[in-house]
């Protein structure tokens, strides 16, 4: 299939020599694109189980309140948590944690400023648990009216629906890098037929079957596809890499990094081996797209020649 | 046989050429021997009437059929028709290839060839390289190293001289002498009366059998179909 020795001069042809940039061009979007919807189905993943791993209560305080009745009131509140069915866990949050998920709003002395702030409880929840949130509320309500119960719900299923668009977009490119791939190939596949035309006819004359002289171009486009496609993909996975690292050391959103105000929304970029398998493949693919579209483009154009 | 909206050519001939003959075709120029040959090698349809190749009607024949035909049918083109890019080597083990032979034998057969057309110096030098004598035995080689059925060459002595060009004939005979049908058109007066081979001579409306070794008489329509015919067509 890669067979070395040709007929036809092919590889001297201007328009078969830009084809492996070509190619390289195309599959480094389209492995942008691949690694993008892989990276994208992955949050989605472990997003939708932060939403059912975790809840946070909210416990708001009036000004008055003295600390040894605050401190009592927050004691039966995570009594409260702590009996309900299929809870895990409780962490209360400390003023500094608050003051930590508070400061991209108040800044950094957040809690130094005179306004009362909420206790926040953090409630981790068993894998298979059922919640009854609105009883849950009735509850809370019934020892501190105020208290909320926040499943982070709206914004996940906010954040998730941006993912999910994220992924079709990067899915539609993928297919729309793919179909000019394609196009390339037939493009440049009718430019070598045309070029070569007087060959090919002598080529016919001598008995050779269609089938010979598509394979000619079928095994062009597939060396110059994984020459490409090997230089794109890797191309590509540097670019994703130095994405991912770049996050890393931008901080904020470092990978894993558990953000108490959503638990489980880790921004996690890495690819998975599998994922990263996935890519590995793109190029051979690409080039069997383009080797199939030879094939294709000759056999048609070659059944109006004599 | 016509092409386009041209004048009618090869008008009113028939003729049959048994297996394992060897033809001239002779003719004034424009009569029409190179268009004769195409019919021959699937190189044109005819207009109208039927052609016959190896007992079937060219008229029925899919395109998909044409390869194999054309592998029973070895050609040399008036204008040689090498492929340029390619060496002489390549350029003869082109009909071996295209019907699969393993290539350590392409390699000894086509180098064994050119070296008896004298050419042993030249196996991998390309046409343009060539002297136009040269390039006529590779074109010549690259037609008989298939052994085909049927061999047509257009003025395959054409840019040779004397020796050579006998020599040709020669190769052409011991083909001959294996089996294969020869046709050779030309020109060459001198040539042909070397040689006691039958003559087709193309003539304003008819084609007539010329035999040096009995009488001139006209070609039959209704010969024996078996190997290469050509019946005549409007």
């Known amino acids: 299939m890669l067979g070395l020795r040709s007929d036809l001069p092919l590889d001297r042809d201007a328009a078969a020599k830009f084809l492996p940039w070509i190619i390289g061009f195309m599959v480094y979007l389209a492995a942008l694109a691949v690694g993008t919807a892989m990276v994208v189905d992955r949050l989605s993943a472990n997003w939708q189980s932060g939403l059912t791993g975790n809840l946070t209560v909210e416990v708001p305080f009036t000004d008055d309140i003295g600390v040894a009745e605050r401190s009592a009131l927050l004691d039966q509140v995570i009594d409260l948590l702590s009996a309900t069915p299929g809870v895990a866990g409780t962490t209360l949050l400390d003023d500094r944690e608050i003051a930590r998920l508070l400061e991209p709003w108040l800044g950094a002395e957040a809690t130094e400023l005179d306004i009362p702030l909420p206790a926040m409880i953090a409630v981790n929840l068993r894998e298979d648990a059922v919640l009854d949130q609105a009883q849950l509320q009735r509850d809370l309500n019934a020892i501190q009216p105020g208290a909320r119960v926040d499943d982070h719900a709206a914004w996940i299923a906010d954040a998730l629906s941006f993912l999910r668009g994220l992924k079709l977009l990067a899915t539609l490119l993928t297919g729309l890098v793919l179909a000019a791939t394609a196009i390339t190939i037939v493009f440049v596949t009718r430019t070598g037929l045309s070029i070569h035309r007087s060959v090919i006819e002598i080529v016919h004359l001598i008995g050779a079957p269609d089938a010979y002289i598509a394979q000619q171009f079928q095994a062009q486009s597939l060396r110059l596809g994984i020459i490409g496609g090997i230089v794109g993909t890797l191309l590509a996975a540097a670019t994703l890499l130095g994405a991912e690292h770049l996050l890393h050391i931008t901080g904020g959103m470092a990978p894993g990094g558990d953000d108490l105000a959503a638990p489980g929304l880790s921004l996690d970029l890495q690819l998975l081996p599998w994922q990263w398998g996935v890519l590995g493949l793109l190029p051979f693919a690409t080039a069997l797209i383009a080797m199939v579209t030879a094939r294709w483009t000759v056999l048609r154009s070659l059944a109006r020649f004599i | ?234």
Request: contains cysteine; hydrophobic residues 40%.
């Open chain 2, 1 to 234: 046989m016509q092409y386009g909206a041209g004048p009618q050519i090869l008008k009113d001939i028939s003729f049959t050429l048994a297996p394992g003959s060897f033809h001239f075709l002779v003719g004034r120029s424009g009569a029409g021997k190179s268009s004769l040959l195409k019919l021959m090698y699937l190189g044109l349809r005819p207009t109208s009437g039927l052609v016959n190749l190896f007992g079937r009607d060219v008229a029925t024949l899919e395109p998909r059929d044409y390869p194999s035909i054309r592998r029973r049918v070895g050609v040399v083109f008036q204008d040689f028709r090498l492929i340029e890019h390619l060496s002489a080597l390549d350029n003869v083990a082109l009909p071996l290839r295209v019907a699969g032979v393993r290539e350590a034998d392409i390699k000894r057969h086509c180098s064994e060839l050119l070296s008896w057309v004298g050419l042993a110096e030249h196996l991998n030098a390309l046409p343009a390289t060539l002297s136009g004598g040269q390039q006529q035995r590779v074109a010549i080689a690259r037609a008989v190293i298939a052994r085909p059925n049927l061999l047509l060459a257009d003025e395959p002595t054409g840019n040779v001289d004397d020796v050579i060009g006998l020599r040709l004939m020669y190769l052409f005979e011991e083909l001959n002498k294996l089996g294969t049908t020869v046709v050779v058109a030309t020109h060459n007066d001198a040539l042909v009366s070397r040689f006691t081979h039958r003559q087709l001579r193309l003539e304003q409306s008819s084609v007539r059998i010329f035999d040096p070794a009995g009488v001139s008489q006209p070609a039959s329509p209704y010969a024996m179909p078996k190997g290469a015919t050509t019946g005549g067509g409007a």
